[in-house]
């Protein structure tokens, strides 16, 4: 299938690793040029050598995008090396794990600047640009925990539901400009952060890693985590040319976990 995205220039925050890595890979091997961000500059730029490595075109630009200025910075400098962007992936790493009373104030306010103000600052600095050429694509990742909350992970559950009424919301009023906003919510997929999250179970329950992984595995109907680049398959959909009229969804890439009916 032709996705139609040669030429197209996307951002993907959070890319170092994990889903946001995976999902860079597989925009830049549909022809994309990517913008590549994230916190860990050691890190990202060794990722983005190795996108590099096939012939692809990618920019690696170390930031913290839960600072607005650190938003502009990155986005100003990617559209001064690719040109307008076309396609905006925001992605941000979980906030911690944890009941109501372990986080403190500060905790609270730390998980909305960086799950749901980082997603506000992108979408704004490039959401303009998208209506004027009438085309674009916004693609949240957020999480299974805004359709079945996951128990101890009361920051995440809480803030990326915000940002899946922020994008449902959204949705309407861009729509008739060509832009499309999507929500994809991955499942257990094996990344460093559940790996941490296996980690933080095996430690308060006294099992292991091994264990508790098995026991999610047990939860979910295909019986196995998921890949990154299986992940990545949807992302790269819904940034094309193809998912025209697909607006306003939140889609799970999660084995079947969730439960419900819609």
């Not at 597989?26 to 040029?33: H, K, M, T, V």
């Not at 359709?147 to 803030?159: A, C, E, T, W």
């Not at 196995?224 to 299986?230: K, S, T």
Request: proline residues 5%; neutral net charge; hydrophobic residues 45%.
């Amino acid at each position: 299938m032709k996705l139609g995205l040669d030429g197209r220039v996307a951002l993907v925050a959070a890319s170092s690793r994990g889903l946001g890595r995976a999902v860079a890979a597989e925009l830049a091997a549909e022809g994309a040029a990517v913008i590549m961000c994230a916190r860990g500059a050691d890190a990202l730029r060794q990722a983005a050598d190795e996108i590099a490595r096939t012939g692809a075109r990618v920019f690696a630009l170390p930031g913290d995008l839960s600072q607005p200025d650190e938003v502009q910075r990155i986005v100003h400098a990617g559209v001064a090396e690719f040109g307008p962007i076309d396609v905006l992936v925001t992605n941000t790493g979980g906030p911690p794990a944890g009941p109501f009373e372990s986080h403190d104030r500060e905790a609270w306010h730390a998980a909305v600047r960086q799950n749901l103000y980082s997603v506000i600052e992108l979408i704004g600095a490039v959401l303009p640009g998208m209506k004027e050429r009438r085309w674009g694509r916004i693609i949240n990742v957020t999480s299974i925990a805004v359709k079945q909350p996951v128990d101890n992970l009361i920051l995440s559950n809480s803030v990326r539901a915000a940002v899946t009424g922020l994008a449902r919301t959204l949705a309407n009023e861009v729509a008739a400009f060509g832009v499309t906003v999507n929500n994809v919510m991955p499942g257990y997929t094996r990344t460093q952060r559940v790996e941490e999250l296996a980690g933080n179970i095996a430690t308060a329950r006294g099992i292991t890693r091994e264990a508790a992984r098995a026991e999610w595995e047990r939860q979910i109907p295909m019986g196995r985590l998921g890949e990154p680049e299986e992940f990545a398959a949807l992302v790269a959909f819904l940034a094309s040319e193809r998912a025209s009229y697909i607006t306003g969804t939140s889609i799970p890439v999660d084995g079947g976990w969730i439960r419900g009916l819609v």
